[in-house]
């Protein structure tokens, strides 16, 4: 029988599971690039989907949607990624 231990034995971990909440902190170098990656892939993307000089209220619905959509796929993605590479599970502490 495979236990979890033996399953990711080798694995190369960028995440440790939070010592309180729930979720994953960075634990090495490829974690807290991943991290920061992340955060400033979000700030690009707003930037440039909502614009510096637009005023909020010129936005219209389908360009708030799309824009937001983006941004949670881009969050989606993150989370697999790191849930995936983050050694143990996510639980509440």
Do not use: C, H
């Not at 190369?12 to 807290?32: E, L, S």
């Amino acid at each position: 029988m495979i236990t979890e231990r033996d399953d990711q034995r080798g694995q190369d971990f960028w995440f440790k599971p939070k010592t309180r909440d729930y979720g994953a902190a960075p634990a090495n170098w490829k974690g807290w690039l991943a991290t920061l990656a992340y955060v400033f892939g979000v700030l690009v993307f707003s930037l440039l989907w909502f614009g510096l000089n637009r005023r909020a209220s010129t936005v219209s619905i389908g360009e708030w949607a799309v824009g937001l959509s983006g941004l949670v796929a881009a969050s989606l993605v993150f989370l697999v990624v790191a849930k995936r590479k983050t050694q143990g599970e996510w639980r509440w502490r």
